[in-house]
């Protein structure tokens, strides 16, 4: 199938077959979503142009670059375990008031994970791993760095364990920064792979969120922590990570104010959450995409002035990236990755944690629950009949597992709303590979 779209004086038609992206002119792309069932005025196309038309897309069909037949085998899943999220801690020093996790505490009792469960969560993996030689730990929360001294012993067994069997590990974290010091960033800088550092943007717009234990805002507890770890970091890998909500509908603001403070590797997602005021709802998606548009023209204008930073949902790679196999796929979660909680317990992803209807076993027993982990193998982009006929299924693969149980009741029904921001994303994502690759040219 193919997506003929136009984003302010600019044409483009996508083909999902074989991901080749063209840019066009306006007669082109109204002929072909006229063709595609559009409800669009094509009256003032001639019979010369249409003649064209046709041509030039027969041409790109024997190319293989448009109507390309799509994929539509179902990708085999590998029972191999390639990566375990470790919740290192169910406790928080914050109080945020969207957090999915019950600020910390995942709807039980807080607690810290003994480095006797941590090291048996890394023997699972190992041992779960089959041929897998780089396996992958995200230590999450809570706040894991309220529990840094595990974390660090945990780190140095992996690398012990994996190097007797020939596999080495990746290590994340992700944290609100507020226990960030001087011996936490000598050892992330050492051995994290990549950290996620919590911050939604301008102070004021954090604060009203992302508050303390005493109900302050924590803005100006972390910010100059973050600036220093990221001065620190080099060249590996970070991100900074805000969310908005329908306070800050305005978000684009906030992300430009997180570019501004230095910060150059950044996403910012909508909020996951039923509070009736920071919900986002149908009625904000309108703004929502306008504001998706507001920061594409912004992001480029930086972007040419050589201050340009990496926007995690504009980021878009048509001709590498993950394989078709992996996109058809989709989410790993519950087969080949997994979340450990404080006492064991093994859960599809964290947004599943302590949802005892998706309990899989534990990290001693192993799987005692396979036909849990059967139900999320056997998802895939296919069995996501919403998807059928969406131009974005092979980028998308079908949405977040939990986004769409939460909302629909089942992880093969796509969230509407999640659906809608994705497609805007990826239809500017692509004008700005277009417009990067025009400008290189120039």
Same mark, same amino acid.
Do not use: W
């Given at each position: %199938? ?20 063209? =840019? ?15 409800? +669009? ?35 085999? /899943?590998s029972d191999e375990i390639k990566a375990l999220c470790i919740h290192i801690c169910h406790d928080c020093n914050f109080r945020c008031r969207y957090c999915f996790a019950d600020e910390g505490a995942y709807h039980a009792q807080?607690?810290? %994970? ?19 030689? +780089?396996? =992958? ?28 069997? #020939? ?24 051995e994290m792979e990549n950290v996620v550092l919590s911050l939604d943007g301008r102070k004021e717009i954090h604060d009203a969120i992302r508050k303390s234990v005493n109900g302050k805002g924590t803005f100006d507890l972390i910010?100059?922590?973050?600036? /220093?770890?990221?001065?620190?970091? #080099? ?61 594409? =023209? ?118 509407? %709303? ?25």
């Amino acid at each position: %199938m193919i997506h003929a779209f136009q984003y302010l004086d600019h044409y483009y038609i996508y083909d999902a077959g074989s991901g080749s992206l063209h =840019e066009s002119d306006k007669a082109t792309c109204d002929y072909l979503r006229h063709e595609s069932g559009e409800d +669009v005025d094509i009256s003032y196309i001639t019979t010369e142009q249409i003649k064209e038309i046709l041509s030039d897309v027969e041409g790109l069909k024997e190319q293989g670059l448009l109507y390309k037949e799509e994929v539509s085998a179902y990708p085999m /899943k590998s029972d191999e375990i390639k990566a375990l999220c470790i919740h290192i801690c169910h406790d928080c020093n914050f109080r945020c008031r969207y957090c999915f996790a019950d600020e910390g505490a995942y709807h039980a009792q807080r607690q810290m %994970m003994s480095l006797e469960t941590a090291k048996a969560a890394i023997d699972f993996l190992i041992k779960n791993s089959g041929k897998r030689k +780089v396996l =992958e730990v995200d230590f999450f929360g809570g706040e894991p760095l309220m529990n840094f001294e595990v974390i660090k012993q945990t780190v140095y067994y992996a690398k012990e364990q994996a190097a007797k069997v #020939g596999k080495r590990f990746l290590f994340t974290t992700t944290t609100n920064a507020l226990l960030l010091n001087d011996e936490v960033i000598e050892f992330f800088n050492a051995e994290m792979e990549n950290v996620v550092l919590s911050l939604d943007g301008r102070k004021e717009i954090h604060d009203a969120i992302r508050k303390s234990v005493n109900g302050k805002g924590t803005f100006d507890l972390i910010i100059d922590k973050m600036k /220093k770890f990221v001065s620190m970091r #080099g060249d590996k890998s970070y991100y900074v990570r805000g969310t908005f909500t329908a306070k800050n509908l305005d978000f684009s603001k906030d992300v430009l104010f997180i570019a501004e403070q230095g910060f150059d590797s950044i996403s910012m997602e909508p909020v996951v959450t039923d509070l009736p005021d920071l919900q986002i709802k149908k009625e904000h998606l309108d703004t929502v995409k306008k504001e998706y548009e507001n920061l594409c =023209e912004a992001y480029l204008e930086k972007y040419k002035k050589g201050e340009g930073f990496n926007f995690f949902h504009f980021n878009i790679d048509l001709e590498g990236g993950p394989c078709l196999s992996k996109r058809v796929s989709a989410c790993g979660a519950g087969n080949e990755y997994f979340s450990v909680v404080p006492n064991g317990d093994l859960y599809p992803c964290h947004q599943f944690a302590g949802d005892r209807k998706f309990y899989l076993g534990d990290v001693k027993q192993g799987i005692v629950h396979p036909e849990i982990r059967e139900k999320f193998k056997n998802s895939c982009l296919f069995t996501r009949k919403k998807c059928k006929d969406c131009f974005a299924k092979f980028i998308c693969s079908g949405g977040c597992n939990a986004n769409n149980y939460h909302f629909n009741g089942d992880i093969d029904e796509p969230y509407e %709303m999640t659906c809608e921001m994705m497609k805007k994303r990826i239809e500017l994502a692509m004008h700005i590979l277009a417009t990067k690759k025009a400008l290189a040219q120039e």
